[in-house]
């Protein structure tokens, strides 16, 4: 249950700027790591900047969730929000420059189905990439393999999520129960899922539990259909007496409430230069790429030159 | 298996399996060959260690490692001197800490640390506790004699028991022998038509089954039990001690769910929730799911959390 959860005790912060910090802390310890290996001709422009990190985080995080919603078979809600999450949590901790996005956004959604218990083998879910050819895929599925534990350990092990859909469920059984005021509540229900799909692709599942994103989601959609729902929270939560936690929980909402009203879909043309430069750091800094092959090393194995690998683009995922 | 064969003459183990190793008190291990080898020029040094032994040191190796047997030989020597048992020691902790020292004796003496002062302790302590020691051994000696009394018995009883067995079949048999012989004589002299002879010995011998059977039946009543006290025997034990605690009083657990109440899974139906989920099919039921159990979860889930955290 989430009040005894690792979300609850580790993974759930107090503000935005705590995750900004954090944020900003996983960029300049990359740069500091790099600084220090002492690598010549570095300029501090040919880093990524956080907003520029921003953007590029937000694009990746729109490719897995198409990525995932063209999954098939079809992946169930739960899975996706898993998956974002993992990418959310991992890229806390980490920078894009040092774990390129479009291999870490792959291994989420791998590992989200194996925790969820979606079983999907690996052959099918590579078999997903559709641009690429069956070798291709291989490659793809070699890469998984390798980063998928180090994923795990920046996660923390803490791989169990608790997602807002089953309490949305919960809520709407509830309401159904003991809010005879409302006629028809499953009328809410498409308005409350945007809100929630909407809602895993900005921080709040980082600062609030899921139970109140989903009473968020729900009371949003009720005062757009232009129903008050205010009468559930006093009678049927018990809040009636409380005010300090319903003025507490109202904060709450407006604040999720203006985190989705932040969001935007980044533009193509920044997206494209940002990749870029990206593309220039992942080939200039990232030695850890070419030490885990270590089968050149061997010489025994005589697999086609890893050289191919970096030719593979984001296109080729969709 | 074969400890790497003899240090001296090296291969006689290998070609002779049944050959024997023997250990010294430093701890090295000779073929028996060797150790006749040995005493016969008249030196008596250890070929590894060089130190000084005696024939009658050498003893056959019961453990795979010479220093197993070497430890054993010491703490047996030890053990001769530091006999105390654990009545003798007002608390349990007292008679652990004597246990200590005399492992901390073995173990110095078996590799070879601060033996002298280690032999000093030993002298010392035997001083001191020469009255205890010779207590204890006479204790020790009494208890193996009772024992070996115990056990003579026990044989003498069993060997009893063989002997009557063995009787009893040897006239069971002579009976049976009897009643044929008697059979025969009577058909030979009696004026009885033979049918009626034979079924006469028929009924004897039914008769003689029945008999031996139920002497096998009855079973000889005993006067002791299997652990070897006697019946009626009075065996007055030590009062068991009090021990005066804190009554332990059940309180139930309580998980803080920071949200609203959860009703309870019996409740659900009653409470109207059932009807808003849906309902579960056969197929379901037979592994023992009911749409409580997922109605149940989902509250949970909603109200787990829900509320902010008093700060």
């Not at chain 1, 010489?299 to 984001?314: I, M, N, P, Q, S």
């Not at chain 2, 028996?32 to 070929?47: A, K, P, Y």
């Not at chain 2, 079949?169 to 059979?183: F, M």
């Amino acid at each position: 249950m989430f009040h005894i959860s690792s979300q609850r005790k580790y993974w759930i912060f107090k503000s935005d700027d705590e995750l900004e910090q954090l944020r900003q802390k996983a960029n300049q310890k990359f740069r500091n790591k790099i600084h220090e290996s002492g690598k010549t001709g570095v300029s501090a422009s040919s880093f990524l900047e956080r907003h520029e990190e921003d953007v590029l985080f937000k694009h990746y995080e729109r490719r897995l969730l198409d990525f995932c919603n063209a999954f098939k078979p079809v992946m169930p809600k739960s899975v996706v929000g898993t998956a974002i999450m993992y990418f959310r949590r991992f890229y806390l901790n980490n920078s894009i420059m040092e774990y390129h996005p479009r291999i870490i956004m792959l291994i989420c959604a791998y590992l989200s189905c194996k925790v969820e218990e979606f079983n999907v083998s690996s052959t099918q879910f590579v078999g997903n990439l559709l641009q690429e050819t069956p070798a291709g895929q291989e490659r793809v599925l070699e890469q998984i393999l390798e980063y998928e534990l180090p994923l795990i350990q920046q996660l923390n092990f803490h791989l169990v999520v608790h997602t807002p859909y089953r309490p949305m469920e919960g809520l709407l059984i509830d309401i159904k129960t003991r809010y005879p005021m409302l006629e028809n509540p499953e009328s809410l229900r498409k308005s409350a899922d945007d809100f929630l799909t909407q809602a895993t692709m900005t921080d709040a599942g980082l600062l609030f539990p899921p139970s109140q994103i989903a009473l968020t989601a729900i009371l949003n959609s009720s005062s757009r259909a232009g129903l008050s729902m205010e009468s559930y929270l006093t009678e049927c939560l018990g809040l009636r007496g409380d005010k300090e936690s319903l003025s507490k929980m109202y904060e709450s909402m407006r604040r999720m409430k203006t985190l989705l009203k932040k969001y935007e879909l980044p533009k193509a043309e920044e997206v494209n230069v940002y990749k870029q430069k990206l593309e220039r750091i992942h080939a200039e800094f990232s030695p850890s790429n070419k030490r885990k092959r270590g089968y050149e090393e061997d010489g025994h194995v005589a697999k086609e030159a890893r050289l191919e690998e970096e030719v593979w683009t984001d296109e080729d995922l969709m | 298996m074969d400890d790497q064969g003899c240090p001296r003459c090296k291969t006689t183990k290998y070609r002779n399996p049944s050959l024997k190793l023997m250990v010294n008190v430093c701890g090295h291990t000779l073929c028996e060959n060797c150790v006749e080898m040995l005493f016969v020029r008249g030196s008596g040094n250890c070929v590894q260690c060089d130190t000084p032994l005696r024939k009658s040191n050498f003893r056959v190796q019961l453990f795979e490692d010479p220093t197993v047997d070497k430890e054993v030989e010491i703490r047996k020597k030890v053990l001769k001197i530091y006999n105390k048992r654990d009545v003798d020691f007002p608390s349990l902790r007292e008679y652990n800490d004597y246990l200590e020292q005399v492992e901390d004796i073995v173990y110095n003496l078996t590799s070879n640390i601060d033996v002298e002062n280690t032999k000093l302790r030993m002298e010392q302590y035997q001083r001191e506790n020469r009255d205890v020691i010779q207590k204890n051994k006479a204790k020790l000696t009494r208890e193996q004699e009772e024992l070996e009394e115990l056990l003579l018995l026990e044989q003498r009883d069993n060997e009893q028991r063989r002997l009557d067995v063995l009787q009893e079949e040897q006239r069971q048999l002579q009976a049976k022998r009897k009643n044929k012989q008697a059979l025969l004589d009577e058909l030979e002299q009696s004026r009885l038509p033979a049918t009626i002879l034979l079924a006469q010995h028929k009924v004897r011998a039914a008769q003689l089954e029945t008999q031996i059977e139920q002497q096998k039946q009855v079973v000889k009543p005993t006067n002791i039990f299997s652990t070897g006290i006697h019946m009626r025997q009075t065996v007055s034990l030590q009062p068991v001690p009090r021990i005066e605690e804190v009554l332990y009083t059940y309180k139930p657990l309580h998980i803080e769910i920071y949200g609203p109440p959860v009703p309870e899974l019996e409740q659900l139906g009653r409470l109207g929730y059932l009807n808003h989920v849906r309902a579960a099919m056969p197929q379901d039921t037979a592994g023992g799911y009911n749409s409580a159990l997922a109605c149940h979860r989902a509250l949970q889930d909603a109200f787990s959390g829900l509320f902010p955290l008093k700060r």
